[in-house]
């Protein structure tokens, strides 16, 4: 077996990869945008050169036993980007045979979120856990769910996604999923962004979040606004902690986890985030799993979680058959 993996994570805004040893090192890593290539094409052949640029200054050619990829949408099984929301590719995107052609090394893919769960079973805060779910508060809401060590895929491929349960059974808001009311509308950066507005809105009192135009608040915004004690930035964490921890008590019941563990930037958040949380999982949680699952945070740096994850499947890859 060769020495090492290339763990690729595709996200919305940003693509990482990163070249890893056995050990779980990342030995090195770099990015490139996502969106900068409407074509895929274009974007797999300036991630090509960009990796192999790396791979040679690291003299890790033909070193690299496989590559993993976490990504949005992506099926274990059939190695396709499918109707992916948060990407600008439309349809179904064949994205690990386009791979596996560029590089000639064999590709394995999955969800970004099972990827970021991998990463913190075999590094992270999950290690030892057998049965937990990973939350990833980004662009969107994704989730790894774990079961007796195994990863839950479904017999299609696209088990898992929570940030999808629909929170708010009417008048919810759009999600670029195309249904309302879903988890990832209210709870992703982008979620407590609208927040923000609906708040500023429909409040009147004095707000730090007044001086930024409407339709430019982010979540860092809000973070940066609560922490000077702002009113209405407080607020919109206990609404979003709230949503997400009713979510939570009713994530439990399907698979009794042990433990949530939360990964990305809104994470970041802390008690701001955590203490509603906590107070609306404990208020809403069935009686029998009172007190059970614990809410972590991720033990990983938030590029290398998702690399390290994907890159696990390079280990499992089989080798290509030449002709």
């Known amino acids: 077996m060769k020495p090492y993996v290339l763990g690729i994570d595709i996200g919305g805004t940003n693509t990482v990869f990163g070249i890893v040893d056995a050990r779980g090192t990342v030995i090195a890593s770099s990015s490139i945008k996502t969106a900068k290539h409407a074509n895929i094409e274009d974007y797999i052949e300036e991630l090509y050169t960009e990796v192999m640029r790396l791979i040679t200054v690291n003299d890790a050619v033909d070193k690299i036993n496989g590559i993993g990829v976490g990504a949005p949408n992506a099926n274990y099984y059939t190695g396709n980007i499918e109707h992916a929301a948060n990407l600008i590719w439309e349809g179904t995107i064949p994205l690990a045979a386009m791979l596996e052609e560029k590089f000639n090394i064999p590709v394995a893919i999955t969800n970004d979120a099972n990827a970021a769960a991998?990463?913190?079973?075999?590094?992270?805060?999950?290690?030892?856990?057998?049965?937990?779910?990973?939350?990833?508060?980004?662009?969107?809401?994704?989730?790894?769910?774990?079961?007796?060590?195994?990863?839950?895929?479904?017999?299609?491929?696209?088990?898992?996604?929570?940030?999808?349960?629909?929170?708010?059974?009417?008048?919810?808001?759009?999600?670029?999923?195309?249904?309302?009311?879903?988890?990832?509308?209210?709870?992703?950066?982008?979620?407590?962004?609208?927040?923000?507005?609906?708040?500023?809105?429909?409040?009147?009192?004095p707000s730090l979040l007044r001086n930024i135009p409407i339709d430019q608040i982010t979540s860092k915004d809000v973070y940066d606004a609560a922490m000077q004690g702002d009113q209405i930035a407080k607020d919109i964490f206990e609404y979003t902690g709230t949503i997400l921890g009713e979510a939570f008590a009713d994530m439990t019941v399907f698979s009794s986890p042990q433990a949530f563990i939360l990964f990305g930037g809104l994470s970041k958040s802390g008690e701001l985030l955590l203490k509603p949380l906590r107070a609306a999982m404990d208020?809403?949680?069935?009686?029998?799993?009172?007190?059970?699952?614990?809410?972590?945070?991720?033990?990983?740096?938030?590029?290398?979680?998702?690399?390290?994850?994907?890159?696990?499947?390079?280990?499992?890859?089989?080798?290509?058959?030449?002709?």
């Open 118 to 205: 991998i990463g913190e079973m075999t590094y992270g805060a999950a290690r030892g856990l057998k049965d937990f779910i990973m939350i990833t508060l980004g662009t969107g809401v994704g989730s790894g769910i774990v079961v007796n060590g195994q990863l839950v895929y479904g017999h299609d491929g696209f088990a898992g996604e929570l940030g999808h349960l629909i929170v708010k059974r009417s008048n919810g808001r759009l999600c670029g999923c195309g249904r309302t009311g879903c988890l990832e509308a209210y709870c992703s950066a982008t979620g407590v962004a609208r927040t923000a507005r609906e708040f500023l809105e429909i409040r009147t009192e």
């Open 283 to 323: 208020r809403n949680m069935m009686n029998v799993f009172k007190g059970k699952p614990k809410v972590l945070l991720s033990e990983l740096k938030e590029a290398d979680a998702a690399v390290l994850g994907a890159s696990a499947l390079g280990w499992e890859v089989k080798p290509i058959e030449q002709a």
